[in-house]
């Protein structure tokens, strides 16, 4: 049974291009959630998905987009990149049935490095 | 003020130490309370969930104080492979599961 699955593991862009990442959540898990992680610091909530909306929004930017497809599977979309943009973005994904109070399980992550 | 705040560390032990972690929030409507480990450049894993009660597993003990809003992990008889960034995250009442990270601890355990 895998787990939750990014793409790409590794990207490198220049400023001012844009990005996709993208996440397929745990197998029977309809919800995800996405994070960025800069150097030195602990993950910050970007956004959340469910039900193909998007249920909640962190302190990020419009640059900051994604979508959720009817498999559940996620996209970020990134627009404008900046330098600051690069980190390390997880996905979690999770099941709406859980409840609210469960943990997340990440996936590998995808390293975005801006030029 | 950040909503979870801890000591970055680094704290450098030596195998068999016993090290403790702790960790504050901010938001009293703060609804669950987890430990997360981190290894370099790899994603968070989920090492135990913190109850009111105190919990236990294995070599860890989490314990959290609603009163105080803290929350603490203590390790035991530590290995060279608990070395890592230990993330203390919580989930606000909000309905939503979004987790609230710190900005980890980062213990390093030396031969």
């Known amino acids: 049974d895998a787990g939750v699955t990014q793409s790409p593991t590794h990207l490198i862009k220049t400023r001012g291009q844009q990005v996709t990442l993208r996440c397929s959540p745990k197998s029977g898990h309809d919800t995800v959630s996405w994070y960025q992680q800069a150097l030195g610091q602990g993950p910050q909530f970007i956004f959340q998905?469910?039900?193909?909306?998007?249920?909640q929004r962190g302190n990020f930017p419009d640059r900051f987009s994604g979508h959720q497809f009817p498999n559940y599977s996620s996209e970020l979309n990134v627009n404008a990149l900046l330098l600051g943009d690069s980190a390390l973005y997880l996905c979690?994904?999770?099941?709406?049935?859980?409840?609210?109070?469960?943990?997340?399980?990440f996936g590998d992550g995808t390293r975005l490095s801006i030029l | 003020r950040k909503e979870v705040e801890q000591d970055p560390g680094p704290f450098n032990v030596p195998e068999g130490a016993t090290v403790a972690f702790n960790c504050t929030y901010s938001n009293s409507a703060s609804q669950s309370f987890f430990w997360y480990r981190q290894d370099c450049r790899k994603e968070p894993k989920l090492l135990m969930s913190?109850?009111?009660s105190g919990n236990e597993d294995g070599r860890f003990t989490a314990q959290l104080n609603r009163a105080s809003q803290y929350i603490s992990l203590l390790i035991r008889d530590s290995k060279l492979s608990d070395s890592a960034t230990y993330l203390c995250v919580v989930i606000l009442n909000t309905g939503f599961q979004k987790l609230v990270f710190g900005t980890g601890t980062r213990l390093l355990v030396s031969p």
């Open positions: 979690a994904s999770s099941s709406i049935q859980g409840g609210g109070n469960q943990p997340q399980h």
């Open positions: 913190v109850y009111s």
């Open positions: 998905y469910y039900e193909e909306e998007e249920r």
